[in-house]
């Protein structure tokens, strides 16, 4: 695997951990609601707002963040095209 690859498999890792912690952030929100929890100076608007949140995010890089890794790895798409007709190149001379 190349590193550009490994880091896509690290953001989607930390997608998956951040869309657990959107989970969590949803169920408090529904506990809260309920009165299975309380927090005297907070409403349940923050647990959902901040849930979603996560949840974007996370779902975002678990689709691999393509934005994020072209900022990272800029020049690859073109080196890789640039290796490739070298290739062919060499093949053909040959």
Not at 14 to 19: D, E, M, Q, R
Not at 27 to 52: C, M, W
Request: overall charge negative.
């Amino acid at each position: 695997m190349k590193i550009k690859e490994w880091f896509g498999l690290a953001l989607r890792v930390t997608g998956v951990v951040t869309c657990i912690y959107g989970a969590v952030y949803l169920l408090d929100a529904l506990l809260f609601r309920f009165g299975y929890l309380n927090y005297p100076e907070s409403v349940p608007g923050y647990f959902v707002i901040t849930g979603l949140f996560h949840l974007l995010i996370g779902l975002y890089l678990i689709r691999g963040a393509p934005l994020l890794i072209g900022f990272a790895y800029p020049f690859e798409e073109e080196e890789e095209k640039a290796e490739s007709e070298e290739e062919a190149a060499e093949q053909q001379d040959a």
